[in-house]
């Protein structure tokens, strides 16, 4: 439960009424019982009212619960109750009037008992007070897109709001905006609310985004059972371009992909691979390798074969190949853009994605799909570099040491890519996509005869790849805050950006790196904008949401 400063201090202030005693001792006194002195309600006490309990052993003709917000100078509310039960059970109705004596924010509420005898003395028990909590607005926002062509949603915990508007603007200010309501009849049933957007109304918000990265701001606006009404922070987000999936079908295999892609294919059974790109964003890609290597696992083995080839003996192919030890997926995918650089890489396919600059932000260990001697296999989350701007992407991959060689070999390698701030809208659509890769019968089958020992290994994949995707889309899914906030932080650092916001109004400026130490806190007295602090690192706020302001605003 939240206390707000200023309802503490009235608490405080009220404690010595609220010990006050009416002949609370005597034999004739009351006592109260519960809700205990200090309870706190919120407003989802609306739907679930306490039940007020007090003792005596004094017989009354009569006694009423009475309510104040001022020691009682003003009686603001009273419920009259049959004087045997020694309890109030207060309706919904009821319970909402009487929180409603504080209108706004919340705030201190005092009751007692007052017992009437029959010759009409009355006797009053002490005095207990209730804190009526702020409004509190909806939690973890979140628009989600399920899978390719499917409706996109939106998703929040209620936290006990009951209507609700889901504001979209052009920018912060919602100078152009759009709105779509929802409601709950019940929020202590519904603690999470879900709405699905009509393509015509998705369009719509996406016309609201600015050029560029700018985006889309948007909000949750929430009303509760006392009318009162609280927004979240603004978030923004940049929508996903509006993708048109068709089929590709070239004989033996066969795939759904956005309209417009580029598909590049290398290899056959085993080595058979693609890659799906978009020719004007090539970060936005997905792929596919049955294998790729070798690589070594030991640096003298690559020194001998260096100086070897240096003597003009046999050709190596792969003597460029990076030494990746221990021989793990993790530790061949740092090693991507070393394994793209080689010769090798390129004779095979001309548009090997390169991946640039790959940092691993997360690792999952997965089941093995070959059952080969150390086998090791994970889903890799990462953030890469190229052309000047940031992609994130999703890898899986089996790594497989070669006996007797200090060499190992990657097998059933794929992945989905996009730039950062489309990643989250577009790894649905390219996970469904992936899903939809197949191989028809007869080539497999031809498989089987000419490379019988490896592809008995690889053939299940070949078939289908929806169960291997399927572990790229759930990881996303359960995809943590910190893994985020760390994403973003490497994304910033290679653009050279650091990450400030204003405490007053909780907006977010991208500034280039050093900018805040070096530049703004010595002139910091001279700025109108003096109050700038550096983002805490462990907020999701100031790093999953695009940043809302821009580097020229301050002043």
């Known amino acids: 439960m939240r206390?707000?400063?200023?309802?503490?201090?009235?608490?405080?202030?009220?404690?010595?009424?609220?010990?006050?005693?009416?002949?609370?001792?005597?034999?004739?006194?009351?006592?109260?019982?519960?809700?205990?002195?200090?309870?706190?309600?919120?407003?989802?006490?609306?739907?679930?009212?306490?039940?007020?309990?007090?003792?005596?052993?004094?017989?009354?003709?009569?006694?009423?619960?009475?309510?104040?917000?001022?020691?009682?100078?003003?009686?603001?509310?009273?419920?009259?109750?049959?004087?045997?039960?020694?309890?109030?059970?207060?309706?919904?109705?009821?319970?909402?009037?009487?929180?409603l004596l504080h209108r706004v924010r919340g705030g201190i509420l005092q009751w007692k008992v007052v017992g009437t005898k029959a010759d009409k003395t009355r006797i009053p028990s002490g005095v207990f007070s209730l804190e009526l909590e702020e409004p509190e607005p909806a939690a973890n926002a979140a628009i989600e897109i399920p899978e390719a062509g499917a409706s996109p949603q939106i998703a929040w915990e209620t936290r006990c709001n009951q209507t609700f508007k889901v504001w979209f603007g052009s920018d912060r200010n919602f100078t152009r905006k759009k709105a779509v309501a929802a409601a709950v009849k019940n929020p202590l049933i519904e603690t999470r609310k879900r709405i699905s957007l009509k393509a015509s109304t998705w369009a719509a918000i996406g016309k609201l985004a600015g050029a560029g990265d700018a985006?889309?701001?948007?909000?949750?606006?929430?009303?509760?059972?006392?009318?009162?009404?609280?927004?979240?922070?603004?978030?923004?987000?940049?929508?996903?371009?509006?993708?048109?999936?068709?089929?590709?079908?070239?004989?033996?295999?066969?795939?759904?992909?956005?309209?417009?892609?580029?598909?590049?294919?290398?290899?056959?059974?085993?080595?058979?691979?693609?890659?799906?790109?978009?020719?004007?964003?090539?970060?936005?890609?997905?792929?596919?390798?049955?294998?790729?290597?070798?690589?070594?696992?030991?640096?003298?083995?690559?020194?001998?074969?260096?100086?070897?080839?240096?003597?003009?003996?046999?050709?190596?192919?792969?003597?460029?190949?990076?030494?990746?030890?221990?021989?793990?997926?993790?530790?061949?995918?740092?090693?991507?853009?070393?394994?793209?650089?080689?010769?090798?890489?390129?004779?095979?396919?001309?548009?090997?994605?390169?991946?640039?600059?790959?940092?691993?932000i997360s690792v999952a260990p997965q089941p093995g799909y070959l059952p080969l001697p150390g086998a090791d296999s994970s889903l890799v989350r990462g953030i890469f570099a190229e052309g000047g701007a940031t992609g994130e992407g999703q890898f899986f991959g089996t790594m497989v040491p070669l006996p007797f060689s200090d060499l190992a070999q990657a097998y059933i390698v794929f992945g989905v890519t996009a730039p950062k701030e489309e990643f989250p809208m577009l790894l649905p659509t390219l996970v469904a996509c992936l899903e939809s890769f197949t191989l028809t019968d007869a080539y497999i089958n031809w498989c089987f005869v000419q490379q019988h020992q490896i592809w008995e290994g690889v053939a299940e994949i070949g078939r289908t790849l929806s169960e291997a995707s399927d572990i790229i889309y759930d990881a996303w899914a359960q995809r943590s805050a910190a893994d985020d906030i760390l994403a973003q932080k490497r994304s910033d650092a290679m653009l050279g950006f650091d990450r400030v916001y204003d405490p007053d109004t909780g907006t977010v400026y991208k500034v280039p790196a050093g900018w805040y130490e070096d530049v703004y806190e010595p002139i910091r007295d001279t700025m109108d904008m003096n109050g700038l602090r550096l983002a805490p690192g462990d907020d999701p706020y100031y790093w999953t949401s695009a940043p809302l302001g821009s580097f020229d605003e301050i002043r």
């Open 215 to 360: 985006g889309v701001c948007w909000c949750v606006e929430s009303l509760d059972a006392l009318r009162r009404t609280t927004r979240t922070r603004v978030l923004r987000f940049v929508p996903p371009p509006a993708l048109k999936i068709e089929s590709y079908n070239v004989g033996f295999f066969s795939i759904r992909k956005p309209k417009g892609w580029e598909v590049f294919t290398a290899g056959y059974c085993s080595t058979f691979a693609f890659l799906i790109q978009d020719p004007s964003r090539p970060l936005r890609r997905m792929f596919y390798f049955g294998q790729i290597g070798p690589v070594y696992t030991d640096q003298s083995k690559k020194d001998f074969d260096a100086w070897y080839t240096s003597q003009g003996y046999l050709e190596i192919p792969y003597v460029d190949a990076p030494v990746v030890s221990p021989a793990t997926a993790e530790n061949f995918f740092a090693h991507w853009p070393e394994v793209a650089a080689m010769k090798a890489a390129e004779a095979f396919m001309p548009r090997f994605p390169h991946i640039e600059g790959l940092e691993i």
């Open 3 to 99: 206390r707000s400063g200023w309802s503490a201090l009235a608490l405080a202030i009220l404690a010595p009424l609220s010990n006050r005693s009416f002949g609370q001792d005597s034999e004739e006194g009351i006592r109260l019982l519960s809700p205990p002195d200090g309870a706190s309600f919120g407003v989802c006490s609306c739907y679930d009212p306490p039940v007020f309990r007090w003792e005596t052993s004094t017989a009354f003709k009569a006694v009423e619960v009475q309510f104040s917000t001022n020691d009682f100078v003003k009686l603001l509310a009273r419920l009259r109750v049959k004087p045997e039960l020694g309890m109030a059970a207060v309706k919904p109705s009821t319970w909402r009037k009487i929180l």
